[in-house]
Structure formats: structure tokens, C-alpha cells
Antibody, heavy 122, light 111 residues
Framework: QLQLQESGPGLVKPSETLSLTCSVSGGSITISRYLWGWIRQPPGKGLQWIGSISHSGSTYYNPSLKSRITISVDKSKIQFSLNLSSVTAADTAVYFC??????????????WGQGTLVTVSA | QSALTQPPSASGSPGQSVTISCTGTSSDVGGYNYVSWYQHHPGKAPKLMIYEVSKRPSGVPDRFSGSKSGNTASLTVSGLQAEDEADYYCSSYAGNNNLKIFGGGTKLTVL
């Protein structure tokens, strides 16, 4: 059974870059029908789709975050990563990594990681 | 793009049915059959319950069903059980550069 696990710093300073990694176990990261992505949930708020990447490296980003996001895949390590630059307190959230399916950069998400809280603070 | 609208809370007694709505626009829910629903027990990984409006992934009980009418999608949980108590989120494809949006979530309480 495929499992996803997020890892990375829990505290990031304002204006710096948030970097998270999602480790994939129990399955392949190279199957063409899947995409790999990130979703976040600020405290007390709803979910926000951040973006996704296909096995071939095509990326799909939320237009509101596009200028600050990079999602990449490391097939040799069976993991994918999120970099979010120039962070502010508004980027404080629980970040989930997900596998996604379907057209348009993936339209449903299964499974999800448990999530990791990243706080942006000096 | 605005978030989808869900009621903040819903409740029902064991064995009863409850329906959670998810209202969007013709640019998202009403325009595509790409509505999905997720169950989230806090502290755990969210779980896909319904995809493409009404399809159920393997392993999800048939007590969970999805539907759509116009710009509103719905998740119905029949035969409520204690373990169904969780937060539920809807999601839809919203066009506009491959954007996916979510609802604000509904806290389902089993009385």
C-alpha cells in the first residue's frame, strides 16, 4: 500500500524559502498515470491546492502561488519536493503531500501524507 | 477563484442519513464532473471518499455516496456510524490554469 511522508523544517523565517520533501514508500513514483503534489491548510482555514508534477516533469501550479513555487521529483530517491520562496506569516500551514490522478494536473488526491506543520516566524 | 461553500457543521444519530452540500459556480462544480470528497480525522491523513462526483474508491463503504445538481454537489452518508465523525471537504476542478479548489470543510458529528 502506497504511503507518503512529509519531512522538513517546522520553522522558517520570513522572506526565506520553505523546503519540504515527500518520501514515497510501497509503490512506484514513475507510473505515468499519476502525478505528485502538495496541498496546504492554514490554521483554522480550509485546504488550498499548491501544485503537482507528472512523472515526466510537467508542472501544474496554483496561479496565486506560481511565482514562488517549485515542485520537483527525484526518481532515484523515490521522493518529490516543494520549494516556496519569500515566505510570510500567511504561508504558515499544515502541508500535505499527495498522489493525484486525472486530467488537468490531477483532479483528485489519494493517498495523502499525514501532514507537517510549518510555521513562518522570526 | 473563491472557495467552495460547505456548511460548517452537520449531525445525525447512529443509523440515520446525513447530506453535506458543496456549492460552487458554473466555472467549477457546475462546469465539470471532477468533484471529489475527503474525510479527515484530525491528526491523520485525509482519505478520498468520492471522486468524479459519484465514484467510490475501492474500500470505501457503500454507505457513502455522491451526487451533483447544477452548481451544488452533495455527499450523503447513510447508516451513520460513530467512526464517520470527522471533517469532510469537497474539491472541484476550476479551469483557470488547472486550478483545483476546496470547500471550507464540514464537521460531521454523530450524536
Amino acid at each position: 500500500q502506497l504511503q507518503l511522508q512529509e519531512s522538513g523544517p517546522g520553522l522558517v523565517k520570513p522572506s526565506e524559502t520553505l523546503s519540504l520533501t515527500c518520501s514515497v514508500s510501497g509503490g512506484s513514483i514513475t507510473i505515468s498515470r499519476y502525478l505528485w503534489g502538495w496541498i496546504r491548510q492554514p490554521p483554522g482555514k480550509g485546504l488550498q491546492w499548491i501544485g503537482s508534477i507528472s512523472h515526466s516533469g510537467s508542472t501544474y501550479y496554483n496561479p496565486s502561488l506560481k511565482s514562488r513555487i517549485t515542485i520537483s521529483v527525484d526518481k532515484s530517491k523515490i521522493q518529490f519536493s516543494l520549494n516556496l520562496s519569500s515566505v510570510t506569516a500567511a504561508d504558515t500551514a499544515v502541508y500535505f503531500c499527495v498522489r493525484s490522478y486525472g486530467d488537468y494536473g490531477g483532479v483528485w488526491f489519494d493517498p495523502w501524507g499525514q501532514g507537517t506543520l510549518v510555521t513562518v516566524s522570526a | 477563484q473563491s472557495a467552495l461553500t460547505q456548511p460548517p457543521s452537520a449531525s445525525g444519530s447512529p443509523g440515520q442519513s446525513v447530506t453535506i452540500s458543496c456549492t460552487g459556480t458554473s466555472s467549477d462544480v457546475g462546469g465539470y464532473n471532477y468533484v471529489s470528497w475527503y474525510q479527515h480525522h484530525p491528526g491523520k491523513a485525509p482519505k478520498l471518499m468520492i471522486y468524479e462526483v459519484s465514484k467510490r474508491p475501492s474500500g470505501v463503504p457503500d454507505r457513502f455516496s455522491g451526487s451533483k445538481s447544477g452548481n451544488t454537489a452533495s455527499l450523503t452518508v447513510s447508516g451513520l456510524q460513530a467512526e464517520d465523525e470527522a471533517d469532510y471537504y469537497c474539491s472541484s476542478y476550476a479551469g483557470n490554469n488547472n486550478l483545483k479548489i476546496f470547500g471550507g470543510g464540514t464537521k460531521l458529528t454523530v450524536l
